[in-house]
């Protein structure tokens, strides 16, 4: 019997792909959408068979009642989203705003750094600190222009924008460190640094501010299951101990999180990913076979 | 009918013994392993039981089930009535029977067993709960609705409890539940071996003939708090019973390799995500040869006897006091070592092994003794000096407890303990008015049927304050005869407006 709750609830009213591995989802959920905070990411079912992945709140719009997400096909969950997520269709089950908000404290003058996919999720913190009046410096890295999304909307909320591309194709010739570097050089009186992206680019990042002191916010994204705290499959590793992304996170002080036991634990079920990723990917393909097939058997006709 | 005075020397010396699935063939599948009695084994086994005056298995019993009037109805074949009788206090019958601790509870004080084996009481509970379910049982009384709204948080043994009695006082209940389907501990944790999730369906279908609504995929704290759900939502009465969570690690060396996991996420990924069946979903299991379990417990049974149905070859259990301390119902050591699982007793991990590639290749373990008892009186495990050994593992699955989920403290006034449950008083309400807590979220890990009794006293709790009459005892043992009746009412039971929903209401909600 399937339980009342799930199911069909999540349209997604926008779709929209930034390059072959990127897209955007714009999901109703108008609870949500009043609820969310910068910092607070949510779990999604594309289907009942699916697997529950944790995905970070890119915007909420309270008027239209909708969250935004901005995902990157890396395995075998995320491709099939981006196959089958389409404007119109609805996700399994949709739960959050989950985690501790991030702080949006008093900080005058703020570094916000996205690597990649990271710059959606940096893009409501850039928002809030914009908004409580702080001095913000966006730095945006990716592997080449092609690559780059949201550069008007981002640099909308920012004071400075700092573009990096690792082939020079836009902006600054480098990673983001190379413009954390420039905007640190310009502005000896940043008070704080968020730097969220891939877990390399975050512990660079925080190697990059810890000589200057300035208090470095990462978001980590740790393998989930639940996300309330039940399971520890997201534990990540602080000076001050073992913690709980989900729940006593996901921002914690760059300056103390062991990322080489993050970025090994994130590893811990490659062997079965690649392995379902390459059945989804041969299913993939013979689909497309079968529809080619039967095109050719149409033309035929 | 007039019975003849059983005594300990008339009834059947033996406990009737119920039919398993073969141990070598179940630790390849899934399949519930206890059978459950079939109609004459139920019968035989009725009657064994001695009814006696003093009713000590009724003290024994957490909830108060009036064990003897229900076996006596069983041995009279009226099992409807037995069913009567176990649901005036027990929500779940079909669930508590198989997954209590009798052994600790009622058939642990039982009167035959001073000198043979006790009444099997709790396979007895869980004979009428399965023929229940099977016949479509359910006491759904005619529900006068009093208007008002109570939102319950958590869909586990506690909450269940708490939404149908406060159903059956006529209020409007939702229940949120974080995860995307019902039922808590009992769908996620608990392997299908042994309490099949087609069982807690098809008692949460019971809830839902109730009026009962359930939100799944909504987490409360941060989706809304407690208190937008009394000052804004309309609801004016909450109860709590998100149970606990938070597993705990031990801190040794070697905890954060790949391979090393808390039960909960292993039995998680396996039953409410399907992960053991891989050509169907997407959640992937680790693959694994050479499995310890630490701890032996409930959850400790679940995780070896689930890793060896996955497939590994070698599994251990690592535990650091004895077999007599071991907390886990005796059924499933007894099931667990059957099925060949490699007991350790007085073993305490002190390291886990790295193969050089972040995955486990191993444990370290040292023997313990027991030594004095300790403030739970139990004998505490002391180190045996230089009895260090090592054993080949590639998954390594804690199962030694769980600390208290922090969510709802962090995201509400509520006044927590010291170790962060939420505190109460006697009557389960919390710091804020008009709501309750129960459960693990309270007590810490416990039992299914002690978290259905808080949700139950906490149900009591709401009604005082929302000044409803108490509609506890639905059914009391005996109908009265027709020309007792009034209006065709038992003028015996405590409440008039007892719920009965419109037949279609009812099915079109079953269908949904
Ligand atoms: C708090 C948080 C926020 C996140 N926000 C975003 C986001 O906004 N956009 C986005 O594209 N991705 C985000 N992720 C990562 C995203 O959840 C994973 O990319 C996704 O689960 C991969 O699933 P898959 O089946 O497509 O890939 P898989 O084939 O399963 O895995 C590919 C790789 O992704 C990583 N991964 C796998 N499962 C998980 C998981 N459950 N959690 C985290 N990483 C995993 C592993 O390193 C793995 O090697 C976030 C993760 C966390 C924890
Ligand atoms: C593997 C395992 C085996 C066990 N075996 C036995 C056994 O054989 N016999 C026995 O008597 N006991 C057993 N227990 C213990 C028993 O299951 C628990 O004591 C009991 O389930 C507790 O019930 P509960 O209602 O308090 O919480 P739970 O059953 O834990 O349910 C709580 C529910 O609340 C949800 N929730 C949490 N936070 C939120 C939130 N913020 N918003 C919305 N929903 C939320 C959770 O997702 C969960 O579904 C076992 C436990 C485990 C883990
Ligand atoms: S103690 Fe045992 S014999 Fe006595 S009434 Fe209870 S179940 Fe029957
Ligand atoms: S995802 Fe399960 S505890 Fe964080």
């Given at each position: 019997m399937a339980m009342p709750g799930t199911g069909s609830n999540y349209e997604i009213l926008t779709r929209e792909d930034f390059s072959d591995v990127t897209y955007l989802l714009e999901v109703r959920h108008p609870r949500m959408a009043r609820a969310a905070k910068p910092g607070q990411f949510v779990i999604v079912m594309s289907h009942a068979e699916g697997e529950r992945i944790p995905l970070t709140i890119a915007d909420f719009d309270r008027d239209k009642g909708t969250i935004t997400l901005v995902i990157q096909a890396v395995g075998k969950t995320t491709r099939e989203m981006q196959r089958d997520c389409l404007a119109g269709t609805h996700l399994h089950a949709l739960v959050g705003p989950m985690g501790i908000p991030s702080h949006i404290g008093e900080a005058k003058k703020v570094l916000c750094v996205g690597g990649g996919l990271g710059v959606a999720p940096v893009f409501p913190q850039a928002r809030g600190f914009k908004e409580a009046g702080a001095y913000v410096i966006g730095v945006v890295g990716f592997r080449n222009r092609d690559l780059v999304f949201w550069e008007d909307k981002f640099g909308a909320v920012c004071d400075e924008l700092i573009v990096c591309t690792d082939d020079g194709s836009a902006g600054v010739k480098g990673n983001v460190t190379e413009g954390m570097r420039q905007a640190i050089e310009k502005h000896p009186d940043i008070d704080e640094c968020i730097a969220i992206g891939p877990p390399v680019m975050m512990k660079f990042a925080a190697e990059t501010t810890r000589p200057h002191g300035i208090k470095t916010m990462v978001s980590l994204n740790p393998v989930m299951v639940d996300g309330t705290g039940m399971c520890g499959g997201c534990r990540v590793k602080l000076d001050s101990g073992i913690k709980f992304a989900c729940v006593d996170g996901p921002d914690f002080n760059g300056h103390e999180v062991d990322f080489d036991d993050l970025m090994s634990r994130l590893g811990r079920y490659r062997e079965v990913e690649q392995k379902a990723t390459a059945r989804f990917e041969e299913s993939c393909h013979m689909r497309e076979e079968f529809v080619a097939a039967s095109a050719q058997e149409a033309s035929k006709d | 009918m007039a019975l003849k005075k059983r005594t300990i020397r008339t009834i059947p010396q033996e406990r009737t013994p119920v039919e398993e699935l073969d141990p070598a063939e179940r630790a390849t599948n899934f399949l519930e392993v206890n059978c459950g009695y079939k109609l004459e084994e139920a019968l035989r086994e009725s009657e064994r039981c001695l009814m006696c005056a003093d009713e000590p298995c009724v003290r024994g019993c957490p909830v108060s089930i009036d064990i003897p009037s229900f076996i006596k109805k069983i041995g009279e074949k009226n099992f409807h009535g037995a069913y009567d009788v176990i649901t005036n206090t027990n929500l779940l019958p079909a669930v508590c029977g198989r997954v209590c601790p009798q052994e600790n509870q009622c058939e642990g004080v039982c009167t035959v067993a001073d000198s043979l084996e006790p009444v099997a009481i709790g396979r007895l509970e869980r004979f009428v709960g399965d023929m229940a379910i099977r016949e479509g049982w359910s006491n759904i009384p005619?529900?006068?609705?009093?208007?008002?709204?109570?939102?319950?948080?958590?869909?586990?043994?506690?909450?269940?409890?708490?939404?149908?009695?406060?159903?059956?006082?006529?209020?409007?209940?939702?229940?949120?539940?974080?995860?995307?389907?019902?039922?808590?501990?009992?769908?996620?944790?608990?392997?299908?071996?042994?309490?099949?999730?087609?069982?807690?369906?098809?008692?949460?279908?019971?809830?839902?003939?109730?009026?009962?609504?359930?939100?799944?995929?909504?987490?409360?704290?941060?989706?809304?708090?407690?208190?937008?759900?009394?000052?804004?939502?309309?609801?004016?009465?909450?109860?709590?019973?998100?149970?606990?969570?938070?597993?705990?690690?031990?801190?040794?060396?070697?905890?954060?390799?790949?391979?090393?996991?808390?039960?909960?996420?292993?039995?998680?990924?396996?039953?409410?995500?399907?992960?053991?069946?891989?050509?169907?979903?997407?959640?992937?299991?680790?693959?694994?040869?050479?499995?310890?379990?630490?701890?032996?417990?409930?959850?400790?049974?679940?995780?070896?006897?689930?890793?060896?149905?996955?497939?590994?070859?070698?599994?251990?259990?690592?535990?650091?006091?004895?077999?007599?301390?071991?907390?886990?119902?005796?059924?499933?050591?007894?099931?667990?070592?059957?099925?060949?699982?490699?007991?350790?007793?007085?073993?305490?991990?002190?390291?886990?092994?790295?193969?050089?590639?972040?995955?486990?290749?191993?444990?370290?373990?040292?023997?313990?003794?027991?030594?004095?008892?300790?403030?739970?009186?139990?004998?505490?495990?002391?180190?045996?000096?230089?009895?260090?050994?090592?054993?080949?593992?590639?998954?390594?699955?804690?199962?030694?407890?769980?600390?208290?989920?922090?969510?709802?403290?962090?995201?509400?006034?509520?006044?927590?303990?010291?170790?962060?449950?939420?505190?109460?008083?006697?009557?389960?309400?919390?710091?804020?008015?008009?709501?309750?807590?129960?459960?693990?979220?309270?007590?810490?890990?416990?039992?299914?049927?002690?978290?259905?009794?808080?949700?139950?006293?906490?149900?009591?709790?709401?009604?005082?304050?929302?000044?409803?009459?108490?509609?506890?005892?639905?059914?009391?043992?005996?109908?009265?005869?027709?020309?007792?009746?009034?209006?065709?009412?038992?003028?015996?039971?405590?409440?008039?407006?007892?719920?009965?929903?419109?037949?279609?209401?009812?099915?079109?909600?079953?269908?949904?």
């Open positions: - | 005619y529900i006068e609705p009093s208007g008002f709204k109570v939102g319950i948080v958590g869909s586990g043994p506690a909450g269940m409890a708490c939404a149908a009695d406060m159903a059956k006082a006529g209020c409007d209940v939702t229940v949120y539940e974080a995860f995307h389907e019902a039922g808590g501990v009992l769908k996620y944790g608990i392997p299908d071996f042994r309490l099949p999730n087609s069982t807690v369906d098809a008692e949460l279908a019971k809830l839902i003939e109730l009026g009962i609504k359930f939100e799944c995929n909504t987490l409360v704290g941060r989706l809304f708090t407690i208190e937008e759900m009394i000052q804004e939502m309309g609801f004016h009465a909450v109860f709590i019973g998100t149970g606990a969570g938070y597993p705990s690690f031990m801190g040794i060396p070697g905890e954060s390799l790949n391979g090393v996991l808390s039960a909960n996420e292993l039995l998680t990924r396996c039953n409410l995500m399907h992960g053991r069946d891989p050509e169907h979903y997407d959640t992937p299991l680790p693959p694994s040869k050479n499995v310890a379990v630490i701890g032996a417990g409930n959850t400790a049974m679940d995780a070896l006897r689930v890793s060896l149905r996955l497939g590994a070859g070698n599994v251990h259990c690592i535990y650091r006091r004895s077999h007599a301390e071991a907390p886990a119902r005796a059924e499933e050591i007894h099931h667990a070592e059957e099925e060949g699982i490699q007991f350790h007793w007085l073993t305490n991990p002190v390291e886990i092994l790295d193969d050089g590639k972040n995955n486990v290749r191993g444990m370290r373990c040292i023997r313990m003794e027991l030594g004095e008892p300790d403030e739970s009186g139990r004998r505490r495990p002391v180190v045996v000096p230089g009895s260090e050994f090592e054993f080949e593992a590639d998954l390594v699955v804690y199962a030694i407890g769980t600390n208290a989920n922090p969510i709802l403290g962090q995201t509400s006034g509520l006044k927590l303990n010291k170790w962060g449950y939420i505190a109460t008083d006697e009557n389960l309400a919390t710091s804020i008015a008009g709501v309750f807590a129960g459960g693990d979220i309270v007590t810490g890990a416990a039992t299914v049927i002690e978290a259905m009794g808080a949700g139950r006293k906490a149900a009591r709790g709401m009604k005082a304050w929302l000044g409803l009459r108490d509609t506890e005892e639905s059914c009391l043992g005996e109908p009265a005869p027709f020309e007792d009746r009034l209006l065709g009412l038992d003028p015996a039971e405590h409440d008039f407006a007892l719920v009965r929903l419109p037949r279609s209401a009812a099915s079109s909600s079953n269908a949904s």
